[in-house]
């Protein structure tokens, strides 16, 4: 009796442990070492919105099989806008050799593509690339980096539609850019050329001179005016007191990003900021699997999204038309 308890008591282990290996994910099967990936962030790690990037980027590898402690190791480095820290941080993550590192914005890229032409480099947030000089071309890279661009350029345009339909009688903007962003003239570009078919007359004020920034959001108020703000490096530097500005004149502005309604601006339209580190997980998941970035495409955002802040509507005394509030992806109140 006693043999033929434990020979059943056998056979319930090994039936179970057969389930369970049945069950367990694809990754906990994957044998040999971790496999190292670099991530170099030019935020701070306290800010929720870049720890919520960055969750997003992890959750799809976890799809992919990839799980930190299991098969993966991440080095992660916090540059937060710091240009010498960003340098100190890549020569750093490049020393510990990782199979790939992910990269957010061209702040970051320039200086990694200048330390290595052998490791691969999967970016996002990068305005432009091609005039960046991080790649040959969208369709083939030609290097060690691809990834995700920012924005189409014929987005821009949209903000100034935005920005007559929340305020009809404006006749005056000012476009805030960084003009050393290397995608600075596209946005303007596509702005200007809208320019006509809404009667706005649109003028640019560099975010590279703090002085001239509320100076440029005054003389608005005084005009009648609207503001808009391109994506670049300092408009995110500045975005605080750009929005506390525009409050202050009173002054209607359009921002590119989400960010910017939920910290307070009127309205936003700017790419999903989170497919990006979805999308970026896949191109990991390929290159550690074999594939080369100079192969793989950089493709431009899919997802765009609308963001209306009626709190600060109302502060200005701006009435969101209700066709425009259905179209909405996001109202904040």
């Known amino acids: 009796m006693q043999s033929g308890g434990l020979k059943r008591r056998e056979l319930v282990a090994l039936l179970g442990g057969a389930a369970a290996a049945c069950a367990m994910p694809a990754y906990a099967q994957q044998t040999g070492a971790l496999r190292r990936v670099g991530v170099l962030m030019n935020l701070a790690e306290s800010d929720p919105a870049a720890q919520r990037l960055i969750a997003t980027f992890r959750e799809g590898l976890n799809k992919l099989g990839w799980v930190e402690g299991v098969n993966l190791h991440i080095d992660y480095r916090w540059s937060a806008g710091d240009v010498e820290r960003i340098r100190t941080d890549a020569a750093e993550l490049i020393a510990l050799g990782p199979a790939v590192i992910l990269a957010y914005g061209g702040s970051v890229v320039r200086p990694l593509l200048k330390l290595t032409r052998s490791v691969p480099i999967v970016f996002t947030e990068v305005v432009d690339p091609i005039a960046a000089g991080f790649i040959a071309s969208l369709a083939h890279p030609g290097g060690n980096a691809t990834g995700f661009s920012l924005i189409d350029f014929g987005i821009s345009g949209k903000w100034l539609e935005l920005l007559k339909q929340i305020s009809p009688g404006i006749a005056k903007a000012v476009v805030f850019e960084q003009p050393s962003s290397p995608g600075a ?29 509320e100076k440029a959001i005054a003389a608005q108020h005084e005009a009648n005016g609207g503001s808009i703000i391109t994506v670049s490096p300092l408009s995110t530097v500045n975005r605080d007191r750009i929005i506390a500005l525009a409050a202050r004149y009173k002054v209607p502005a359009v921002y590119p990003l989400r960010y910017f309604a939920a910290s307070g601006g009127l309205i936003s339209y700017g790419p999903d900021r989170l497919e990006p580190y979805r999308r970026a997980a896949v191109y990991v998941d390929r290159i550690l699997k074999g594939e080369k970035p100079a192969e793989l495409p950089v493709q431009a955002p899919t997802k765009y999204e609308l963001v209306i802040n009626l709190k600060t509507a109302s502060a200005l005394g701006l009435t969101i038309p209700p066709t425009l509030l259905a179209l909405a992806d996001d109202v904040i109140e």
């Open 185 to 213: 003239a596209g946005q303007m570009r596509a702005i200007a050329s809208a320019a006509p078919s809404f009667g706005v007359e649109v003028t640019s004020a560099s975010l590279s001179e703090p002085g001239e920034i």
